[in-house]
């Protein structure tokens, strides 16, 4: 069911806990509400729909993705950026890397690792960083 997206920066700072196969509710909340922002959002968290758990979803194409606990285990191709939030206003400067491998966990809490690129790697990074408590 889609949820309201927050722009409290004091829980959006929190560092999230690890999603449980208990939380699946979450992420399918999460994936509805993306797909509800679709015109405005390639990314979400779970922390941007009010619930504190490592969870994010994102568009890969058409098709929307989301992975529980996830954890980006290599990195290359640095470069600079400026990105927009949904939580919050205007735009700021990050860095991102073009390439990365992530370790996560499926709606079936099945364990998998994936390498993306481009502008999904960067959207996933933006969202691992909510996930960290890191806002751009």
């Keep these: 069911m889609q949820q309201e997206i927050i ?25 509805d509400t993306l797909i509800a922002n679709s015109g405005i959002a390639i990314g979400l968290a779970a922390n941007m729909i009010g619930k504190n758990k490592r969870i994010i979803a994102f568009y890969a194409g058409m098709l929307p993705i989301v992975m529980l606990n996830p954890t980006i285990i290599k ?33 079936n809490f099945n364990k998998k ?15 691992v960083d909510h996930c960290n408590g890191i806002l751009i």
């Design 113 to 127: 690792t994936q390498e993306f690129t481009g502008l999904i790697a960067e959207t996933i990074q933006h969202e």
């Design 7 to 31: 722009h409290d920066i004091v829980f959006l700072s929190k560092k999230s806990l690890p999603a449980q196969k208990s939380d699946i509710k979450i992420a399918e909340d999460l994936r």
């Design 75 to 107: 990195k290359s191709d640095e470069y600079s950026v400026e990105e927009g939030c949904l939580s919050l206003a205007g735009t700021r400067k990050t860095k991102r890397y073009d390439k990365i491998v992530v370790e996560y966990r499926d709606l």
